[in-house]
């Protein structure tokens, strides 16, 4: 069983449409971090959180510790947020260089 | 523009020859990361660099030596490649540990 799960796999929506994107981990973490990789293959950092909620124009990430649970959110979604979304983790304990990927949401918006 | 920079973009490579993937950043970032991307597989770490100086194994380091040159350049090496070392490349840093991460735009190697 991957250490990273992430739900829903594929996900189609909408423009305009609220979006979210579940990641559960299995482990303690000392930090998670969201990324998104364009259909063209670019990768961008999206999100580091460690606890709490941070939001960065219409992206919303949260995380629960307790739960091993964090979320991202999109709001008002548009065709140009098409890509695939990464979670990834740092397990506590560990190295901080070392992070554990989750397989991905693959995230398509209409227009 | 700043950011990382990755070279060559695309390259083919038959079995059993070497190549040297190069990754600069201008960003004066402390850390920096080799990854690769196979489908179905997700990103896997095969080196990294804390910081200048020095290097530790990843994930899945076999089949690969790894060069700090400096702290701008972290260059990946395949001393003999093989086609299971035929995936996307990406090149990353960040300035610590708090840090996100930047990417570079990868490198898509084939080896037949």
């Known amino acids: 069983k991957n250490e990273v799960e992430q739900s829903p796999q594929n996900l189609t929506a909408q423009e305009g449409e609220f979006i979210t994107i579940n990641c559960s981990y299995s482990?303690?973490?000392?930090?998670l971090h969201w990324l998104q990789q364009h259909p063209g293959g670019g990768i961008v950092s999206l999100f580091m959180?460690?606890?709490g909620k941070k939001k960065h124009g219409r992206l919303i990430a949260t995380i629960n510790i307790q739960e091993k649970h964090s979320s991202l959110h999109i709001t008002a979604s548009h065709p140009r947020d098409s890509a695939v979304y990464i979670c990834?983790?740092?397990?506590?304990?560990?190295?901080?260089?070392?992070?554990?990927f989750g397989k991905g949401t693959l995230l398509t918006v209409n227009p | 523009n700043a950011g990382v920079t990755q070279t060559p973009k695309f390259q083919v490579l038959k079995t059993g020859q070497s190549m040297t993937l190069q990754c600069a950043q201008d960003m004066n970032h402390n850390s920096m990361y080799w990854y690769r991307q196979d489908p179905g597989m997700g990103l896997r770490l095969i080196y990294y660099s804390a910081s200048e100086g020095t290097t530790d194994k990843g994930e899945v380091p076999n089949g690969y030596n790894v060069s700090r040159l400096n702290k701008r350049e972290f260059s990946l090496r395949l001393e003999s490649a093989a086609p299971s070392q035929t995936s996307v490349y990406f090149c990353a840093s960040r300035p610590g540990t708090d840090y996100g991460y930047t990417f570079g735009s990868g490198t898509r190697l084939t080896v037949v």
């Open positions: 482990v303690g973490i000392s930090a």
């Open positions: 990834a983790v740092i397990a506590s304990g560990g190295s901080n260089y070392k992070l554990t």
């Open positions: 959180l460690s606890s």
